[in-house]
């Protein structure tokens, strides 16, 4: 029975595979049957896309063109189009066309589309791929249901500098997590299989490497070597792939000097020659012409020439391919053969969503209100908000709330303010649904505890004439909780700062209110890690609370009262000084290792401590966690053996809890100098008081490679350091290993 059951289950796998292959053979083969019949003008065509606000908004009249050219076939994709009304609309102009191949539709939904989610970097601070794969799955169901086939997300860019606004869309600061996130996301937009009406396309972006803009200025250069881009920066891009993401979008940066929608290295070489990537790549806004102001081509047409040889299959709105694409093919500069490869991949991707069949598939105006008011995403969102919490600080345990505390004052701008909780990249948000934490507060705490609140200041200006009324009622209470931070359009796009402490007048009112001698909890809420020294000194305890989305007060009213446990650890370092920065965990031991002892001669700072304010993996809890019996089963091994590691984890205190055991390794001898540690492994477990269990670690040769001096993935015989703790800078316990 039991070698019939494994043949049935190879069955079935083969089937799978057999069924997969001939869909893909389908798929191709009607691609074909369509290519044969295109003008050389409807393959440009599906190599432009047009923005929609320019067609169904206000602004229809003055963009009549681009109606016409969607019915004479000149158009592929429109970005920003939503609703089911207008999607269908725009799609009866595009079955006007000759051949009437649908339109593709896509749009900006980072952390969801009606129903908010927390930012991307809060959501990569719960650790849990279940939880950010459930995010991504409802942002694509409500997307869907809207008419729409295809996001711009996940951004998988690893970034390092929280100057740069866009660290609030990715995953933080390391390559080994953003791999499981990149994943997570992409499986949770795309589901196992598109063509579902509950998935959209995905589209990893921004390939590549524009975390790492110089200064952290958007939209700047990148200077790096082929080892920190293979190691540190394509991994999750790789990750994405193997995720089975649909489309890849390029970057406004250059990367050495050259701008990636002319990347013949990233796009051609990487990406489609060495990756073997089907789907296709898609130009950010504009960037195409862009390439004239960065003082790469002399003009668009030269634009055009060199972002389709270097693997560009669609321009974004920077109207290149549509004026110069056909001109440049009748003048053979560029051949016909690569407007049939970018052709076909966008084809391919229009037959695998169903439109050949159903252009309209998408277009349901039940399906779109059902799902645009589903209790059950406010729930998800509301959990997601809960677990992306993270307890900085926590002196003598003043949180949760104890009983005691009857009269609490709420104070700071962002206590009550709904816009912000979205953050930047809302979607079709409506801030209307958002709860603040104010209205959490008072929905979560009973009867008997007076909660009063005044703003104390704006967020952006140095108005102080709100300081006397937030010190009078800081005076009249038992406890403080200020809601301090950034506004929702201080992160993202556009918007890097060199200062990134609190804004305006916000250190000075939590000064006057914490001169009052009252005690004060921060919820500090922000698109990426501020600097706060004040506030971490004197603050009696510290939430970090990102923008949470559309349940934020809830869920930081739960963790407050102590009905949730707090239990996300930092996705990213939070630097003391804006001097440190790029600062990561994994940073080097030099040939002057950091010594505080030793005032100089050491790499550092004459000034200021090397360490972060809070390290990469910091989370506290409400519960306390013994880690012990660190045990291995063998501590050598060779390239094709595995060594498990073992440890158990108590919780040792009164409530029941979640930690995130992080297990990082450390390669004292290689042959390219290593990091002092790299996180290999992890996992996020919930323990009831004096409840214990054991966590395994599998150590092979994939988890103690790197990229090599001749960027080979590769594992070198010698000593390693295995690390298990609860921080990147709290080691509970360590083993020594030997790869032979
Ligand atoms: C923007 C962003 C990109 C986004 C695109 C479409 O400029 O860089 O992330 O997907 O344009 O809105």
Request: charged share 20%.
């Amino acid at each position: 029975m039991y070698k019939v059951k494994i043949s049935l289950i190879a069955l079935a796998i083969a089937g799978i595979q057999l069924n997969a292959e001939a869909q893909r053979k389908t798929v191709n083969q009607r691609v074909d049957s369509v290519m044969r019949l295109m003008t050389l003008d409807e393959k440009i065509g599906q190599l432009n896309q047009y923005s929609g606000r320019e067609v169904t908004g206000p602004l229809v009249k003055q963009n009549a063109n681009m109606l016409n050219d969607i019915r004479q076939g000149k158009v592929g994709s429109m970005l920003n189009v939503q609703g089911v009304q207008n999607t269908r609309h725009v799609q009866e102009e595009a079955m006007r066309s000759r051949l009437k191949i649908p339109l593709l539709f896509g749009m900006d939904v980072i952390h969801g589309y009606k129903t908010i989610f927390p930012v991307p970097l809060a959501e990569s601070a719960t650790w849990d791929m279940d939880l950010i794969r459930l995010s991504a799955h409802i942002a694509a169901k409500e997307a869907a249901a809207v008419g729409l086939h295809w996001t711009f997300a996940p951004m998988v860019d690893v970034a390092r500098d929280p100057r740069w606004g866009r660290i609030m869309e990715g995953a933080g600061e390391d390559t080994y997590l953003g791999n499981d996130i990149a994943r997570a996301r992409v499986l949770g937009f795309q589901g196992d299989k598109l063509g579902g009406l509950d998935a959209v396309m995905a589209c990893a972006k921004h390939f590549a490497a524009y975390g790492a803009v110089s200064s952290g200025r958007d939209y700047n250069d990148v200077e790096m070597s082929e080892h920190q881009l293979w190691e540190t920066y394509l991994p999750p891009f790789k990750a994405a792939v193997d995720a089975g993401a649909a489309t890849f979008m390029s970057s406004f940066n250059t990367l050495n000097g050259v701008p990636t929608a002319a990347s013949n290295y990233l796009q051609r070489d990487i990406l489609k020659g060495q990756w073997k990537y089907s789907g296709f790549v898609v130009s950010d806004w504009g960037s195409i012409d862009q390439m004239i102001k960065w003082g790469y081509v002399p003009d668009k047409k030269q634009a055009a020439l060199k972002a389709i040889i270097s693997g560009c299959d669609m321009d974004m709105m920077s109207y290149s391919y549509i004026e110069h694409l056909k001109e440049l093919v009748n003048t053979k500069q560029v051949s016909i053969k690569l407007i049939d490869d970018a052709v076909k991949r966008i084809l391919a991707k229009k037959f695998e969503l169903g439109l050949f069949d159903d252009p309209y598939r998408f277009c349901n105006e039940e399906r779109e209100k059902a799902e645009l008011n589903n209790p059950e995403h406010v729930k998800a969102t509301l959990k997601v908000a809960q677990r992306s919490i993270v307890l900085l600080k926590n002196e003598a345990s003043i949180l949760p709330i104890q009983n005691s505390f009857k009269k609490i004052a709420v104070i700071g701008p962002l206590a009550d303010s709904k816009r912000d909780m979205q953050g930047a990249w809302a979607g079709a948000n409506d801030a209307d649904r958002v709860v603040t934490l104010l209205s959490g507060l008072k929905q979560k705490i009973g009867n008997g505890v007076q909660i009063t609140y005044t703003k104390g200041s704006t967020i952006k200006t140095n108005d102080t004439t709100g300081f006397a009324e937030a010190v009078k009622v800081a005076k009249d209470a038992d406890l403080v909780i200020m809601a301090l931070g950034e506004a929702y359009d201080q992160s993202g796009e556009s918007r890097s700062r060199a200062d990134i402490g609190l804004p305006g007048s916000q250190d000075q009112l939590f000064s006057a209110v914490q001169a009052t001698g009252k005690p004060v909890v921060a919820v500090l809420m922000a698109g990426r890690p501020l600097i706060f020294s004040n506030i971490a000194a004197k603050a009696n305890a510290i939430l970090y609370a990102w923008f949470l989305g559309d349940q934020a007060g809830n869920a930081i009213a739960d963790v407050l009262t102590g009905a949730v446990n707090p239990s996300g650890k930092l996705p990213v370092t939070f630097p003391r000084s804006v001097g440190q920065i790029p600062l990561t965990y994994n940073d080097y031991k030099t040939g002057h290792p950091y010594n505080s002892n030793v005032f100089q001669y050491q790499t550092g700072y004459i000034d200021v401590p090397n360490a972060p304010r809070y390290a990469f993996g910091h989370g506290l809890s409400y519960t306390t966690f013994k880690y012990s019996d660190l045990k291995l089963d063998r501590s050598t091994m060779r390239k094709n053996g595995k060594i498990t590691a073992s440890l158990t984890l108590t919780n040792t205190g009164t409530r029941a809890g979640e930690e995130v055991v992080q297990m990082y390794i450390h390669d004292p001898v290689a042959s390219v100098v290593q990091p002092t540690k790299k996180l290999k492994g992890y996992g996020k477990v919930a323990l009831e008081p004096g409840a214990s269990t054991t966590i395994v670690f599998i150590i092979n040769a994939e988890t103690l490679s790197f990229y090599n001096q001749q960027l080979k993935w590769d594992a070198e015989p010698g000593k390693f350091k295995v690390m298990i703790g609860s921080a990147s800078d709290d080691i509970k316990l360590q083993a020594d290993i030997e790869l032979q």
